[in-house]
């Protein structure tokens, strides 16, 4: 019995957890930031209709994130608003946070009175129709929408 619990055991590596949070967030094609220790807290909305505040204390945390804002407030005092499309959080117990997202944006990266206007979100497929084509028009419009509103508050 006593080969069997060794055999059966778990090993495990210690995570080491810090007391600031180590923030990476990137999307496809960016890495917006690599090991970020200087940020105090981030906020965000979620896809279920909830607002978030991730700091140094908060638990272990994983949610999906509604298109729209995000704030990172730094320690000195800075904040940074980026706008994204969409992505996922998530808190690890080392203090570390991954936020992956789809698509981000900056102020000075669109044009956003163009984003308003287009219309490029809703332009279907050629030669495509149906109600898949018309729910992902919808889709497309509503997504340029809030963006667009998100942006407003940069």
């Excluded at 994983?62 to 298109?67: S, V």
């Excluded at 287009?118 to 963006?147: H, M, W, Y």
Aim: glycine share 8%.
């Amino acid at each position: 019995m006593l080969h069997l619990s060794r055999v059966a055991r778990r090993f495990f590596a210690e995570v080491v957890k810090t007391d600031y949070m180590v923030v990476k967030m990137y999307t496809p094609t960016a890495s917006i930031f690599n090991g970020a220790t200087d940020i105090e807290s981030i906020y965000f909305e979620t896809l279920d209709g909830g607002k978030g505040v991730m700091n140094a204390q908060h638990m272990t945390y994983q949610t999906t994130l509604l298109p729209g804002l995000i704030e990172v407030h730094f320690k000195a005092g800075q904040s940074k608003k980026i706008v994204h499309v969409g992505g996922i959080l998530q808190k690890n117990t080392d203090n570390s946070v991954d936020i992956a997202l789809f698509e981000a944006f900056e102020k000075g990266d669109l044009d956003w009175d163009a984003l308003k206007k287009s219309d490029v979100f809703a332009n279907e497929p050629i030669g495509e129709t149906g109600a898949d084509i018309d729910f992902l028009k919808k889709v497309g419009l509503q997504l340029r929408d809030e963006v667009s509103n998100a942006s407003a508050n940069l």
